[in-house]
Nanobody, 114 residues
Framework: QVQLVESGGGLVQPGGSLTLSCAAS????????MGWYRQAPGKQRELVAI???????KYADSVKGRFTISRDNAKNTIFLQMNSLKPDDTAVYYC????????WGQGTQVTVSS
């Protein structure tokens, strides 16, 4: 079983930046794909960004050029650097681990508001 612990959410003004972190522990396989999803009130959970062990990435069109996902394999940790934040980015952000079986973190709230 894999445990995921997110941190770094909070309240930020439009145009601001935040960095999310997710530390994985437990029965971890280093070749797992990890990433971030988000869910806004009244909406379905959606992909934000994913990253492979080798550093290949995929982003949602809505965050391309603003968000950057990265990974520290030695620490089993991923990061999401979020710049130029918009009110539409407001959501609960969930860390995701996928190696056949999927694990989710508990989520961290990101609120973009003036």
């Amino acid at each position: 079983q894999v445990q995921l612990v997110e941190s770094g959410g909070g309240l930020v003004q439009p145009g601001g930046s935040l960095t999310l972190s997710c530390a994985a522990s437990g029965s971890i396989f280093s070749d797992a794909v990890m990433g971030w999803y988000r869910q806004a009130p009244g909406k379905q959970r959606e992909l934000v960004a994913i990253i492979t062990r080798g550093g290949n990435t995929k982003y949602a069109d809505s965050v391309k050029g603003r968000f950057t996902i990265s990974r520290d394999n030695a620490k089993n940790t991923i990061f999401l650097q979020m710049n130029s934040l918009k009110p539409d980015d407001t959501a609960v952000y969930y860390c995701h681990y996928n190696r056949g079986l999927v694990s989710w973190g508990q989520g961290t709230q990101v609120t973009v508001s003036s």
